[in-house]
Structures are given as C-alpha cells and as structure tokens.
C-alpha cells in the first residue's frame, strides 16, 4: 500500500511570504497525486491534482506543486501568502487501480500578519 | 445536491451507546468513502462502497463499525458500544465512478464524542 509523508506539522509564515510544504510519498510505478486544503470547521477541499503530463501542477488560490518521480515528492508552493491561507493542507496519493486515497499526516499553515 | 452533505454536524454521546452517522453524497456520484480523522493523525480510509458492487470494508478498524448504502445514494455508518477512542470527526466522500483521477468532494464532517 502507498504511503505519504508530510514531514512538517505545522509551518508559521509571514503574509507574502513564499511558502513550501513537503510531500514525499512511497515509491510505485505511477500513481496520482492530491492536495486537499481544510479550512476550520470544513470538510477538504482539492486545491490540485497531478495525473499525468506536465509535472508543475496549478491549482486554485495560487498554489502550484511540482511532482518529481525519481525524489517521489510532490511539494506544494505559493509565491505570496495570504491570511486567508491559514488551514490544514493534506497531500494524498493512489495508485491508478486503487479503491481509495492515502493521507499524509496534514500540515497546518499559519499565516502571521 | 450540490455538495456531499453529513449528518448530523456534532454528537455527544455516552460510552456504549450505538451511534448513526448520515450521508448524502453528490447526485450521480457512485462511489462513496468513509474516513476517520482523528487529532494529529491524518485521515484514516474507513470503507468504500462504488455502485452495487461488494464495499471494500478493509479499513474498519473493528467489528463494531458498519456500514451501509441504500439504493446507490445515501450512507449510513453506524457504531455499536461506542467507546472513547472512536472520538473523532468522519468525513464522507463521493466520486465519479471510483477514484480514477477524479480525487474527492468531502463533506464537512461529523464530530462525534464519546463522553
């Protein structure tokens, strides 16, 4: 079975500072990759997803992440943090003939004004 | 409907008391996923239900916990002799047609406490 790594449980950032959080994931063949955000009292919400092709991946608010097969990462970035970025940020990957997603542990972002 | 709906939001119950928990996935979704979240702990895959095919129950963590998907929509998952490790908040998911690359929509959860 997959499993992910998110090695950074919390991360506090300054506002409009650039910031990174870390995915690795086991290692397989091919697999699709998730990041799901969750904001307080909510349920998750997919920011992007990385199937196949190109591997920098854009998804909604800004966020961007990158898949890189032979470090088996998937880290998610945002040049220009907002307060509104504060959240619980969760990466997940499968292998395309799985049933269902593996959860990292989560990362919680924490934008300082 | 428009997003996958749980009920109810909050419950408090005793320790031993059997618990349900709703939910109503996305019109046409076919497949639906359970998940536990428990604190610091991610989200841990409870079961899988995709069309009339057999659940992939593998990730009930006891014989306590069931569930079940009535006509293809609705879920219910239910908790019997609740005990106080099974607090935590259970988030229901649909998908189009199983996993296949389309990721998750989540519903928003329900916190259940065993007191």
């Known amino acids: 079975a997959q499993s992910v790594t998110q090695l950074d449980s919390q991360v506090p950032v300054f506002e409009e500072a650039p910031v990174e959080l870390r995915c690795n994931y086991s290692s397989s063949v091919s697999v699709y990759l998730f990041w799901y955000v969750q904001y307080p009292n909510q349920g998750l919400q997919l920011l992007l997803k990385y199937l196949s092709g190109s591997t920098l991946v854009k998804g909604i608010n800004g966020f961007e992440a990158e898949f890189n097969k032979s470090q088996t990462s998937f880290h998610l970035r945002k040049p220009s943090v907002h307060i509104s970025d504060t959240a619980e940020y969760f990466c997940a990957v499968s292998d395309p003939g799985a049933n269902n997603l593996f959860f990292g542990t989560g990362t919680r972002l924490t934008v300082i004004p | 409907g428009a997003g996958v709906s749980q009920s109810p939001s909050n419950k408090v119950t005793e320790k031993g008391k059997d618990v349900e928990l709703r939910c109503d996935p996305i019109s046409g979704h076919t497949a639906l996923y359970w998940y536990r979240q428990s604190l610091g702990q991610g989200l841990e895959f409870l079961i899988y239900f995709q069309g009339n095919s057999a659940p992939d129950k593998s990730g009930l963590p006891s014989d306590r916990f069931s569930a079940e998907r009535t006509g293809g929509s609705v879920s219910t998952l239910t908790i019997q002799r609740t005990q106080q490790e099974d607090s935590a908040v259970y988030l229901c998911?649909?998908?189009?047609?199983?996993?296949?690359?389309?990721?998750?929509?989540f519903g928003s959860g329900t916190r259940l406490t065993v007191v």
């Open positions: 998911a649909s998908s189009l047609a199983g996993l296949r690359g389309h990721g998750y929509t």
